[in-house]
C-alpha cells in the first residue's frame, strides 16, 4: 500500500501542488497544516503507525515530512527497519532502491544546509538593519510625545497609571514599558 503524508505550515499556504501530485499514485492520502518543527505532529505520527511492512510512504518533497538532516535520516532508517519503502515524487527518489537510498542521504543533508542557510542569512540580515538603525518590529502604539505627556500626568499626581493609559487608549502594562523605554 502507498500512504502518503502532505502538509504545508500555514494557513494561508495550500496542499493542492502536493494532493494533486500524490492522490493519483497513492492508495490512502493524509494531510496536516503545522509547521515542521511542531513539537507534536499529529497526523504525521498516525501516518507512521499505519505503515506495514511493504507498503511506501510518499511525500512530495523531503521537507514536507521531516524537520532536519537528522530526523530525515533517523526515520527513513526506521523505515527501512520496518521493511517500509519510502518515495519522495518530485525528486523521483525510492529508498527501496541503493541509488534511491544514497540520493535520499545526499538531499537529506542539503536540504538541512539550505534551511540553516536561510536563517543565517535572515539573522545576518536583521542584524545589518539594526546597525543601521532600522527599528525592528511592531511600530509603537504610544509615540514619544504621548509618553512625555503621561508621564508629566503621573509625576502631577492628574491620574493614576490605570486611567493615564485608558484616556490614551492601550493597557496599563504597555504604558509601564513606554515609560521605562523612554526612561532609558
Not at 10 to 21: C, G, K, P, S, V
Not at 39 to 59: C, E, I, W
Not at 83 to 95: A, D, H, P, Q, R
Not at 166 to 180: E, M, N, P, Y
Request: glycine share 4%.
Amino acid at each position: 500500500m502507498k500512504i502518503a503524508y502532505l502538509r504545508v505550515s500555514t494557513e494561508e499556504q495550500n496542499l493542492h501542488r502536493q494532493f494533486d501530485a500524490l492522490s493519483d499514485v497513492c492508495d490512502q492520502v493524509y494531510c496536516e497544516r503545522l509547521s515542521a518543527v511542531a513539537t507534536k505532529r499529529p497526523v504525521f505520527d498516525k501516518v507512521m503507525n499505519l505503515l506495514k511492512p511493504g507498503d511506501t510512504l510518499v511525500v512530495w518533497d523531503l521537507d514536507r515530512a521531516f524537520r532536519s538532516t537528522v530526523d530525515a535520516i533517523l526515520q527513513a532508517d526506521y523505515l527501512r527497519e520496518r521493511g517500509i519503502n519510502f518515495e519522495i515524487v518530485s525528486l523521483k527518489v525510492n529508498t527501496a532502491e541503493p541509488a534511491g537510498e544514497f540520493a535520499y542521504s545526499v538531499m537529506a543533508a542539503a536540504a538541512q544546509y539550505e534551511r540553516r542557510m536561510i536563517s543565517k542569512r535572515t539573522k545576518e540580515g536583521l542584524e545589518a538593519a539594526r546597525k543601521r538603525g532600522v527599528r525592528l518590529g511592531r511600530k509603537p502604539i504610544l509615540s514619544e510625545r504621548q509618553i512625555k505627556l503621561a508621564r508629566d500626568n503621573l509625576e502631577r499626581g492628574k491620574h493614576t497609571i490605570t486611567e493615564q493609559a485608558a484616556k490614551l487608549g492601550v493597557h496599563a502594562r504597555t504604558l509601564t514599558r513606554a515609560l521605562a523605554s523612554l526612561e532609558t
